[in-house]
């Protein structure tokens, strides 16, 4: 248990569906992030906020919208996908963005897109 | 531009064999090492970093890992390897400009 929770774990989509990945940290951390893990392919950083505002944005498509409302939640938004973004999504968590500061992974969520 | 190299896709090792996973990385600049672990069905934890000082860096679970700045590597190792290292290990490098590129991750089976 590392203190950050992600839901669902698993997601089956239509490419024509809206659904919302959520992430949440009990740790007290300010900035959070999303990751991309697909099969076959090195871990991708997607999105970093840092105290709430976005501060990174790794050419990601616009069919990918992360919100990040409090600095304890972090949702990533997801419509008309392709299969090919079927894959694991990473949330994590550090105490700053500092890229010394040690980052805190969830468990993922699986997502199939079909 | 930053890149990180795992040249070995898949090790098995014995239970209580010595355990060493490379890491290659090509950058400017000093830049900041880690590795980590995921088991199946888990995101990724950290076992170790490294950013100065120090060649021989200490992690959790028995592991270390030595930066050698002439061969570019961050060669991660533990003596004695338990069944519960059964996972997979990825190197990451953080650059100046707060870049992380991972590598493609070194799958450990251990054999009993």
């Known amino acids: 248990e590392t203190g950050v929770t992600q839901t669902p774990r698993h997601l089956v989509m239509g490419m024509t569906n809206k659904k919302s990945l959520k992430c949440e940290q009990h740790?007290?951390?300010?900035?959070m992030y999303w990751y991309k893990q697909s099969a076959k392919k090195p871990l991708e950083l997607m999105f970093v906020y840092s105290l709430e505002e976005r501060v990174e944005n790794n050419s990601v498509p616009s069919r990918f919208s992360p919100e990040c409302p409090n600095s304890s939640h972090l949702f990533l938004h997801l419509h008309t996908l392709q299969p090919e973004d079927s894959a694991l999504y990473l949330c994590a968590s550090s105490r700053t963005r500092d890229r010394a500061e040690t980052q805190y992974f969830g468990p993922g969520t699986r997502l199939l897109v079909l | 531009a930053q890149s990180v190299t795992q040249p070995d896709i898949h090790i098995t090792v014995s239970e209580g064999a010595s355990l060493e996973l490379r890491c290659n990385y090509s950058y400017g600049a000093t830049p900041y090492l880690f590795w980590y672990v995921q088991s199946p069905g888990q995101g990724l934890q950290l076992l170790l970093k490294?950013?100065?000082?120090?060649?021989l860096v200490q992690g959790i679970k028995g592991f270390e890992a030595e930066f050698k700045r002439s061969q570019s590597s961050f060669n991660l190792r533990k003596p004695s390897v338990h069944w519960s290292d059964a996972a997979e290990y990825f190197c990451?490098?953080?650059?100046?400009?707060?870049?992380?590129?991972f590598g493609d991750g070194t799958t450990l089976t251990v054999k009993p």
């Open positions: 740790l007290g951390h300010n900035a």
């Open positions: 490294y950013f100065s000082g120090d060649t």
């Open positions: 990451a490098v953080d650059t100046n400009a707060g870049k992380s590129t």
